[in-house]
């Protein structure tokens, strides 16, 4: 009996929505080893020449223009695709889908990216009876993700639960699992280990990450940041900004032994284990990897939408803080230092957190979601 077939469909709007999507497949073959997995990134893989330059002009455009992105969001934000521009996205750039899905034969498809979601949704009213799974990945409901097609929703809260609800969606579809991350982020490593492997102190560690989506634009928060260097360790993770990596490297203030700047590395949940505090943009992702290793976050000029939801449910919550100025992060350093002084001496057991950080979800549940509906 051959082996049971899940498709994961994304999009490179943005690494996070393919993040989760092999996050889930890793979770899913690691729990059921029947299962056979295949992540895609839809454009990616029917456009290779075209898609790379549609995703560059996004990015550029919610880098330059986040206000002009903030409205565009909002103006859909109660809404699904009308059907005209569902069939002109079909048309346009996934009219091949069909034949990816009759090719690869999955028994499941799982979108965690609204477009593939669209697509797959306007072929099951055309006949497809593929079952449809949508992962959310933020922790707001925007209307492009809502579609009656959609067998089941996975996602991550009770407040985006209330709000598919009040648009319409049967509970029976809606299941509350937490955003998925690589089942990596819910291992605990040997700290001392993972020093000696980078290089890095037994001191009080600053994580900074969200480089390739402009937060490195702010060169004076950075400086400001590295004057405590001689107190506090940084580790700039920069992705695939090569740009910001050559400029920062070259300025004095980040030549500083107690500064490492790094590149795009597949090693986040390892930083993330022996790092004490954590400053990134917002996005779903980051911020579900944050809260698996119990890391608390500093904020930065979250993108209006979704950034600016996630970060509302994250500062409700107690798990992290928005930089409103300069003063937000003397005072997080200052306390990291006071924090690190009382306990240091065991820091290598246990993180340590200003405010009780636990996921009420449970690591397994977004796959063990999709195995009930191939069982």
Same mark, same amino acid.
Request: charged share 20%; with cysteine; net charge positive.
């Given at each position: 009996?051959?082996?049971? /077939?899940?498709?994961?469909?994304?999009?490179?709007?943005?690494?996070?929505? !393919?993040? *989760?999507?092999?996050?889930?497949?890793?979770?899913?073959?690691?729990?059921?080893?029947?299962?056979?997995?295949?992540?895609?990134?839809?454009?990616?893989?029917?456009?290779? !020449?075209?898609?790379?330059?549609?995703?560059?002009?996004?990015?550029?455009?919610?880098?330059?223009?986040?206000?002009? @992105?903030?409205?565009?969001?909002?103006?859909?934000?109660?809404?699904?695709?009308?059907?005209?521009?569902?069939?002109?996205?079909?048309?346009?750039?996934?009219?091949?889908?069909?034949?990816?899905?009759?090719?690869?034969?999955?028994?499941?498809?799982?979108?965690?990216?609204?477009?593939? #979601?669209?697509?797959?949704? /306007?072929?099951?009213?055309?006949?497809?009876?593929?079952?449809?799974?949508?992962?959310?990945? +933020?922790?707001?409901?925007?209307?492009?993700?809502? +579609?009656?097609?959609? #067998?089941? @929703?996975?996602?991550?809260?009770?407040?985006?639960?209330?709000?598919?609800?009040?648009?319409?969606?049967?509970?029976?579809?809606?299941?509350?699992?937490?955003?998925?991350?690589?089942?990596?982020?819910?291992?605990?490593?040997?700290?001392?280990?993972?020093?000696?492997?980078?290089?890095?102190? *037994?001191?009080?560690?600053?994580?900074?990450?969200?480089?390739?989506?402009?937060?490195?634009?702010?060169?004076?928060?950075?400086?400001?940041?590295?004057?405590?260097? +001689?107190?506090?360790?940084?580790?700039?993770?920069?992705?695939?900004?090569?740009? *910001?990596?050559?400029? $920062?490297?070259?300025?004095?203030?980040?030549?500083?032994?107690?500064? /490492?700047?790094?590149?795009? !590395?597949?090693?986040?949940?390892?930083? $993330?284990?022996?790092?004490?505090?954590?400053?990134?943009?917002?996005?779903?992702? !980051?911020?579900?990897?944050?809260?698996?290793?119990?890391?608390?976050?500093?904020?930065?000029?979250?993108?209006?939408?979704?950034?600016?939801? #996630?970060?509302?449910?994250?500062?409700?919550?107690?798990?992290?803080?928005?930089?409103?100025?300069?003063?937000?992060?003397?005072?997080?350093?200052? $306390?990291?230092?006071?924090? @690190?002084?009382?306990?240091?001496?065991?820091?290598?057991?246990?993180?340590?957190?200003?405010?009780? $950080?636990? #996921?009420?979800?449970?690591?397994?549940? @977004?796959?063990?979601?999709?195995?009930?509906?191939?069982?």
């Amino acid at each position: 009996m051959r082996k049971k /077939r899940i498709l994961l469909l994304s999009e490179g709007f943005g690494a996070g929505h !393919t993040q *989760a999507a092999h996050a889930l497949a890793v979770s899913l073959r690691q729990l059921y080893p029947e299962f056979q997995t295949r992540v895609l990134e839809l454009g990616s893989f029917l456009h290779p !020449t075209l898609a790379p330059l549609i995703f560059n002009a996004y990015r550029k455009t919610v880098s330059s223009q986040p206000k002009l @992105y903030g409205k565009l969001y909002r103006f859909q934000y109660k809404k699904s695709l009308n059907p005209l521009t569902q069939l002109a996205l079909h048309q346009i750039f996934y009219r091949q889908t069909s034949e990816v899905i009759r090719h690869l034969k999955p028994d499941i498809i799982v979108c965690t990216h609204p477009f593939p #979601n669209v697509v797959v949704s /306007r072929l099951k009213r055309s006949g497809l009876s593929i079952p449809l799974v949508t992962v959310v990945t +933020d922790y707001d409901l925007h209307g492009t993700w809502v +579609d009656p097609q959609v #067998n089941k @929703y996975l996602i991550s809260t009770n407040d985006v639960k209330s709000k598919l609800l009040k648009r319409g969606v049967p509970e029976q579809k809606i299941e509350v699992t937490g955003i998925p991350v690589h089942p990596s982020f819910w291992q605990r490593h040997d700290r001392s280990n993972i020093r000696e492997h980078f290089g890095l102190k *037994a001191m009080p560690t600053v994580l900074v990450m969200g480089g390739g989506w402009g937060l490195v634009g702010d060169h004076s928060l950075f400086d400001d940041m590295v004057k405590w260097s +001689d107190q506090i360790q940084f580790v700039f993770c920069l992705g695939s900004n090569e740009k *910001a990596l050559q400029k $920062m490297s070259e300025t004095p203030g980040f030549q500083h032994e107690n500064v /490492r700047l790094m590149g795009f !590395t597949k090693e986040i949940d390892k930083l $993330m284990e022996i790092s004490h505090l954590l400053i990134t943009k917002p996005g779903g992702i !980051t911020c579900t990897e944050g809260l698996a290793k119990g890391i608390p976050m500093l904020f930065y000029k979250p993108i209006p939408g979704q950034e600016e939801e #996630n970060m509302q449910y994250f500062t409700e919550n107690g798990y992290g803080e928005q930089i409103m100025s300069r003063e937000t992060i003397n005072r997080r350093f200052h $306390m990291l230092l006071e924090e @690190y002084e009382d306990v240091g001496k065991h820091e290598v057991d246990r993180p340590i957190t200003p405010t009780d $950080m636990t #996921n009420p979800y449970p690591p397994a549940g @977004y796959s063990k979601a999709i195995a009930e509906l191939l069982m």
